[in-house]
């Protein structure tokens, strides 16, 4: 037998989470130490953790991974979805079924926990995930507080009140959190087998992306169209956009209530769909839209997160599997006269895409650009730069490209 | 888009005997296909000639051909029927070889039938290594370098340019027969040669080795509209090198970043595409190679498959239902995910929330001197899948799952390991770059010896992460050994959750299983029940499909899902995973039970962990435990039913040995058996309890006696006399069952065939003390002997009984002659040459034994009949492997019948009468000889054969051919026949089969006692020679195409060897050959009859039409 063991000494957690409605559970603490509190949300993708924690539409949420093995894979420095590296990406913690182990992948740089130290992410294994998004699923999400202390010791009392000062993400504005402070190019594009990301070259078009805490490969996916890409703040002016002398305008996802961050960013959108302009947008970027052109949106009961979606595109009949990661959604019932439902969610008939009738203006709930999850619905990029080259008359590109 | 309403019928093809990669899997398949296309509407034509299938019973489909899937004879049938369309799909290779060939013939074109689900195009693309290959590099997918050969010389021209090792696969066989891993010049040339004789297109493709390479599967389902789905993925723990049917594997993929996941779906979904399959479930492979993430495609299969079946129990998925809806033209966002209960549509792809592991069985005990290494070519005959909700929790389980005794990964032996450092290291490192079926546990020992991770990684290939986290199960039982069981609930639960079963702690701890788990519930620590259901806890399942987990608490206690109803439940056991002689037909009585006693108001339960079967369907009863048949997990599983409802009882009878094995725990637990009492079952087990109820009764059995020791075994044995017939106890299939003719034998059986049962505990704790390990086989299985009755005729008789009244089901005729195991078999239903009274006097002698026993259900009895004297050789209490045979031939559902009387009903109730049946049922047994090279095929006492036939016709010869035709023989019609018989079989009876060919144009060749034989008695006959004489010889006859038919018959273990050639090479060559006089003689029948007569060709439904 090699060496003595350890003996059968029950060991103190070192971490826990708390829920509002007084849930304590506690197991092993990961990553950065200390205390954060946010909404609790669940992810059911098996792939793709790193890209998840890095999105930065998860800016004040506490991510549920149903998939019990996470950090098989660690962590590289390719899979990072966040833009600013300097802002934090947004994710305040991480609940995990098994404890997470060395990596194993030939891509892998680091240890997952160690990595989620490094990004000041608090993770917590040991938990029954299973049954926390049974009971988002039956009551909704939770507002919650992650803790880690490698001594053991929590002050309930404390992690309590600062779960009580969290105010819940209706009504909260944290794109303005998440959003570049500065305009930048970005050229980078999508992902090859043994060569990596690629470059724009031959760039035909300017797009000028409004940032509300976009991920990279929405950019990449926008810069591999033959576009120069300009991405801007999120409360950026309409008429400092239009001065750029864009061909198309691309609004990012992003974290947080629409209505608020809508505040600033609609009377800016709406000047921009006015202008005439090719108009896509994604996630946050698809609600801000829809309140531009005068739909509601509304806080969803346990959201969509997740890489098995099924959205139906109304105007094809297509079935894809997609990524979606939001919590509120566009009242398909208030959109106005005039504007089109294009797609919509197979799990609950949610808005899943609109489009405004006669104009180059569209956008979904969402995320084509993947990363992680299917890459069905790629084909959105090539139909918005469409637009860009019917405004230009050049010919169109064939939206889904025939292999080989 | 709707369904198509262009066709009204669909012909549906099955799979025929289960055969090692084609198993009951495609029983699921084609029973969900039947289901669901009859739920549409449409008229289903059905051809499977396997008996034991469920869907094959006669409500299934509106038309039920049990006729042998051969070209020739579907042809007829669509002759008959005029199908609309053809889904060929469901019935493995089977069914769509036999596609193709209806195709190329003409017929689908002449009777105009459309082809769905795939057409021949996208089958030969598929298929077809050349053409598939062409495919891949049109849509930018690399496939390993790979040259094809027709023949030697083209052989060698790929030997240059590829290089070895290379993996040669035959093209369009069966779970890779014939093909394999060449290291070297010779080992190539041989494969090479064997696969040529394999492929049905002398055909072979040599492939660039991409051994050690990461392995992945992808189950992926298209629709007319071209959505596609990917249902699941799978990763194999044994790296590329071993077919995917004798891997380890477990679901979803685990070591994939997002990106490389997609890469393989992306390729899945444009291969599916660029194949031209247009709806259906098809299966693509790929190997990934770990240095950098290369990705290659190996291989797609067209169709449902072994690993679209584990998708479907994996992931709750019905891949057969729903491909069979798409192929009529329904697109999967019409299509509801049953799981739901239709909360959400079937365009998804499920996602789940625990660790799917499966885990092959193998059957080499059965087949000396098989190679046990693992390949290319698949040769395993069942596996066992196991969920938890962690990698180690899942692995745990399936180990237990597979009851080959194991408990977790327990300890075993390497091969010369003990013989110091450096040659430990090596003996360890090599028993690591083999596989086999103890490789994982040879890794486990690996890290017990104190082998680093990396170094067994490097002689294994296994992923490290796999490798982790099993040690991190290997230092946990470290953790147990040095400080016994944990006081505290916390650590149990840790502990528990790792997947150790209470055995295995026991073992760990000194303890007894019965120890660990008072000491478990004391601390309140039990699992709890997680439901699968697509998708990872985000919607509510109304569907009861659960694993059992050991869980952290949540809020309170850890929170289960099994949610027991207040209803009056029934809770059947079933079989577990495939074996030789516990196979599907046990899977089909345990499914009759569901439906039967779900008609009869009970809620029924099933336990089961075998992926492939019907029974663990989830709509077969209403509540599906996914679990290991253990005593620890069945137990748990009553404690929790228990809590609500009334639990009425649980069956016992219907799943084999398994469920029989868990009787008296379950008893113990306070948990009625229905049924048949395991007293009873044990009365029939006791060699003197049932000798002193024989006696009672006034009947005969064969002179006998047992054995608890060694010592004793000889005295026995040298007291009866020899010939006998040797087996252990409580051993189902004939295991290590031994037909034995002198005291030299008998020593050998002692020294291989009882020492290979010895568990691997026990050789491993005492290695120099062999006695005492043959000793720990005969006190825990008694040694049982009888004498061995030369010539007799063997009778099997299936009953029902109520404890008052009996009724015989059927009377069945052995061909072959006693000593032969009864599932290796033919045997025909009704009998052909007994006697009014002879028949009378079974019926009456089978009523006294199963009233005697107080039998609440089925009974099956073994006799021998022997110069018109009645032998009683075996009883057994219990569904027998010939049930489903015998319903289906007397069109009486007795399984179902025998349930509900477990549960109390009356056998008057069913007013069952015997009618006089016209038509003859032939069942004819399938081996697997052409798997294992080297091993011969002769037929003893154990039980060798994989899966069964049925021949049906209303004349006996021809029910004969069409038994021989449905099993793959080629019946021939004309040729030469090879005659060779030892002296005792120079009888009236053979003159006058030979004669009967010789007169049909036949020429005849023997060897030269057998040809003076034939000349004497005047029949023209050729002398050849036998092997030993020179050649040519008759194995170069059988090789060059020569000889269509082989009658050959040996004595002693000398003539044995000396034949063995002779049937291998008419097994290679797949030329009939048949080993007993009985056996010819109704070849030779059927061989006249099928020349002579057209074959007539009849539903099942027709026979039993008024």
New interface residues.
């Given amino acids: ?2 060496a ?5 000494h ?1 060991t103190a957690a070192t971490a826990v989470l708390i829920l509002d409605d007084g ?3 506690e ?1 092993i603490g990961l990553g950065a130490t200390g205390s954060a509190a946010g909404e609790v949300c ?1 992810n ?5 953790y ?2 998840i924690l890095t999105d930065p539409s998860y800016a004040g949420q506490i991510i549920t991974f ?4 996470i950090g ?2 660690g962590a ?1 420095a ?2 990072i979805e966040t833009v600013n590296m300097a802002a934090s990406s947004g994710v305040l913690g991480c609940v995990l ?2 404890d997470i ?2 990596p ?4 892998a740089a680091q240890k997952l926990s160690d990595w989620l130290k490094s990004r000041n992410i608090i993770g917590i294994a ?9 009971r988002i ?1 039956e009551h909704g999400m939770p507002n919650g507080v992650i803790a880690h202390s490698p001594d053991g010791k929590f002050d309930d009392k404390a992690l309590t009140a600062q779960l009580g000062a969290f105010p819940g993400l209706e009504g909260l504005d944290l794109a303005e959190q998440v959003t570049t402070a500065q305009t930048y190019h970005w050229s980078e594009t999508g ?1 090859n ?2 060569k990596g990301y690629g470059e724009a070259s031959d760039t035909h078009f300017h797009i000028v992306a409004m940032d509300f805490g976009a991920k990279r490969n929405i950019l990449r996916n926008l810069a591999g169209q033959n576009a120069k890409l300009t991405v801007v703040p999120a409360a950026a002016k309409a008429e400092d956009i239009l001065a750029l002398n864009p061909d198309g305008i691309f609004l990012s996802n992003g974290p947080g209530d629409p209505a608020a961050t809508g505040e600033y960013a609609v009377p800016e959108i709406k000047k921009l769909v006015d202008s005439g302009l090719p108009v896509f947008g994604i996630c946050l970027g698809h609600q801000l839209l829809g309140l531009a052109l005068g739909a509601r949106t509304k806080k969803m009961h ?1 959201g969509h997160h ?5 959205v ?1 595109d109304l105007t094809t ?3 894809e ?1 997609t990524s979606m990661n939001h919590g509120f959604a566009v009242d398909t019932d208030t959109l106005p006269k005039g504007v089109t439902e294009t797609h919509k969610s ?2 609950d008939g949610s808005n899943a895409g609109l489009s405004v009738d006669g104009k180059s203006v569209f956008s979904v709930q969402y995320h084509p650009e ?6 069905d619905a790629h084909y959105l990029f090539t139909r918005f730069i469409n637009l860009v080259r019917a405004q230009k008359g050049l010919p169109l590109e064939p939206e889904f490209k025939k ?2 | 888009m709707p369904k198509r309403t262009d066709i009204q019928s669909i012909m549906i093809i099955g799979a025929g005997p289960i055969v090692i990669g084609q198993a009951c899997e495609f029983d699921y398949s084609g029973t969900q296909a039947c289901k669901a296309l009859k739920e549409e509407g449409y008229r289903i034509i059905l051809v499977n000639s396997n008996p034991a299938t469920i869907m094959t019973d006669p409500d299934l489909a509106d038309a039920t051909y049990m006729e042998p899937i051969t070209p020739e004879i579907v042809a007829k049938i669509i002759e008959k029927e005029r199908p609309d369309a053809l889904l060929p799909t469901m019935g493995g290779q089977t069914a769509l070889n036999c596609a193709l060939s209806l195709r190329k013939m003409g017929v689908l074109e002449q009777f105009g039938v459309k082809m769905i689900g795939a057409d021949a195009e996208a089958i030969d693309k598929a298929e077809d290594r050349e053409l598939f290959r062409a495919a891949m590099h ?3 997918l690399e496939t390993p370098k790979s040259m094809l050969a027709h023949d030697i010389p083209e052989a060698l021209a790929a030997l240059d340019a590829i290089g070895l090792p290379a993996i040669i696969r035959p093209s369009f066989t069966l779970g890779g027969t014939g093909g394999g891993i060449a290291y070297n010049r010779e080992e190539y040339l041989d494969i090479i040669e064997g696969g040529l004789d394999a492929s049905p297109t002398t055909e072979v493709l040599v492939e660039e080795s991409v051994l050690g390479w990461k392995e992945f599967e992808m189950e992926v389902v298209r629709d007319r ?3 596609c ?2 249902v699941c993925s799978i990763e194999n723990i044994d790296p590329m090198g071993v077919h995917t049917g004798d891997s380890i594997t477990v679901a ?12 393989m ?2 390729a899945s979904i ?1 291969v599916l ?2 194949i031209g399959v247009e709806t259906g479930g098809s299966n693509v492979q790929f190997a990934v190679n ?6 290659v495609v190996i291989e797609m299969n067209p169709r449902v498959s072994r690993s679209s079946a584990l998708a479907s129990k994996a992931t709750g998925f019905p891949i057969a239902k729903v491909a069979a809806r798409l192929a009529v033209g329904y ?3 019409e299509l509801e995910n049953d799981i739901t209960g239709g909360a ?2 079937a ?9 799917v592991t499966k885990i092959p069985r193998f059957a080499f005990e059965k087949f000396p001197g098989a190679d046990n290494r693992l390949t290319t070519a698949m040769k395993s005959v069942g596996e066992a899948m196991a969920i938890g ?3 180690p929790e899942s692995l745990q389980k399936a180990l237990r799952s597979l009851e080959t005794g194991l408990t977790g990964l327990n300890e075993i032996g390497i091969p010369g390991l003990g013989e110091g450092e450096g040659d430990d290291r090596n003996a360890i490192r090599a028993a690591l770059g083999t596989p086999t079926p103890n490789r994982l546990l040879h890794v486990a020992e690996a890290m017990r010896w ?1 082998m680093d991770l990396d170094e067994i990684h490097q002689a294994c290939k296994i ?3 796999f490798l ?2 099993m040690k991190s199960i290997v ?1 946990m039982e ?2 147990v ?3 016994g069981l ?3 609930a ?2 149990m639960r840790m502990l528990k959750s790792m997947g150790f079963s209470d055995s295995r702690l026991g073992a760990l701890s000194g303890k007894t299983a019965g120890d660990v788990r008072r000491a478990r519930t004391a601390l309140g620590v039990r699992p709890v029940y ?1 439901r699968i259901d697509t ?6 399942s109304p569907t009861a499909y659960m694993y059992s987990t050991y ?5 309170g206690a ?2 289960d ?1 099994a949610s027991p109803s207040d209803r009056k439940k029934v809770v059947i056991l079933g079989g577990g995973p495939n074996r030789i002689g516990q196979g599907i037909e046990f899977d089909y009585c345990c499914c009759h039970a569901a439906f039967a006693l779900s008609d009869a108001g009970y809620e029924t339960i099933m336990v089961n962990c075998n992926p492939e079967t019907v029974s663990t369907d989830y709509d077969t009863s209403d509540r599906l435990y996914f679990e290991p048949l253990t005593e620890e997990d069945v137990i748990e599983i009553l404690e929790t039913e228990k809590q609500n409802g009334t639990l009425h009882g649980v069956i016992v009878q219907f799943g084999g040995q398994t469920p029989l094995g868990l009787a008296s725990a379950v008893e113990k637990a306070g948990v009625p058996i229905l049924g048949t009492l395991p007293s009873s079952i044990d009365l029939a087990e006791d060699r003197d309890q049932f000798q002193k109820l024989l006696h009672k009764l006034d009947l005969r059995q064969p002179r006998n006696g047992i054995a608890h020791s060694l010592e004793q075994a000889r005295l026995v044995a040298e007291d009866l006399g020899f010939p006998l017939v040797i087996r252990p106890s409580y051993v189902l299939g004939g295991r290590a069952m031994a037909i034995v003719s002198s005291k030299e034998e008998f020593e050998t059986y002692i020294q291989s065939t009882l020492t290979e049962l010895v568990p691997p505990e026990i050789r491993a704790r005492y290695p120099n003390d062999k006695t005492g390990q043959i000793n720990s086989v005969i006190a825990k299985n008694p040694l049982l002997f009888d004498g061995y009755l030369t010539g007799a005729t063997e009778i099997d008789v299936d009953c029902l009984c109520d404890g008052k009244g009996v009724f015989v089901c059927g009377i069945m005729e052995h061909i072959e002659e006693a000593g032969v195991h009864s599932g290796d078999s033919a045997c025909s239903l009704p009998p052909r040459n007994l006697d009014a009274a002879t028949i009378a006097e079974l019926k009456r002698q089978t009523a006294e034994m199963a009233l005697a026993l107080n039998v609440g259900g089925l009974m099956n009895v073994q006799y021998a009949i022997q110069n018109g004297d009645i032998f009683v050789l075996e009883v057994n209490p219990r569904a027998s492997r010939t049930v489903p045979f015998v319903a289906k031939v007397i069109g009486t559902p007795i399984a179902k019948i025998a349930s509900r009387i477990m549960a109390g009903e009356k056998l008057a109730d069913f007013n069952l009468t015997e009618s006089e049946i016209k038509h003859i049922g032939i069942k004819e047994a399938v081996f697997p000889f052409a798997r294992f090279p080297g091993v011969d095929t002769v037929l003893g006492p154990e039980m060798k054969s994989t899966g069964e036939v049925i021949g049906l016709d209303f004349d006996y010869a021809i029910a004969f051919a069409k038994s021989q035709l449905g099993g793959g023989t080629k019946v021939p019609k004309e040729g030469t026949v090879f005659i060779s018989v030892r002296d005792a079989d120079k009888t009236d009876t053979i003159i006058d089969a030979i004669r009967r060919l010789s007169d049909a144009g036949f020429k005849v060749i023997a060897t030269g006692g057998t040809q003076r034989y034939l000349q004497e008695n005047g029949i023209a006959a050729t002398k050849i020679n036998k092997v030993l004489e020179g050649r040519p010889h008759i194995v170069d006859a059988v090789k060059n195409g020569d000889v269509q038919l082989v009658i050959n018959t040996t004595d002693g273990r000398k003539a044995l060897s000396d034949s063995r050639d002779i049937r291998r090479s008419a097994l290679l060559s797949k030329v009939p050959y048949y080993t007993t006089i009985p056996g010819a003689v109704a070849a030779v029948d059927g061989i006249i009859a099928y020349r002579e007569g057209s074959v007539q060709v009849r539903a099942l439904q027709e026979y039993f039409a008024a």
Avoid at chain 2, 252 to 263: F, I, N
Avoid at chain 2, 290 to 295: I, K, T, V, W
């Fill in positions: 037998m090699s003595p063991t350890q003996g059968w029950e849930t304590r559970l197991g669940f059911t993708a098996m792939t793709g790193q890209e149903t998939f019990p093995h098989n894979v590289n390719e899979d079924k098994a182990t060395n194993s992948n030939y891509r040991g938990i029954d995930t299973r049954a926390l998004t049974a699923r992902w087998w043994d346990q997740g890489a098995n979606h099924p139906k009949g297509k079935v599997i197979l799990f993947a990363s992680p999850g299917p890459h292999a080989g | 049109k849509i930018g509209a071209d959505n789905i990917i979803p993929a685990l070591t994939l970043t997002d990106k490389e996941y997609q890469m779906r992306d444009a595409r660029e770990p240095a950098d993430g290369r990705l697109t999967l966002d959400t549509p365009s998804f792809e499920p996602t789940i929330d625990y660790v909700r962690t990698f104190g992923d490290p992460w982790e986290q230092d470290d953790r050994r040095e400080h944990p006081e505290t916390g650590q997680k998708s990872a806890a985000e919607f509510a869980e952290a608490p949540f809020a850890p929170a899902e």
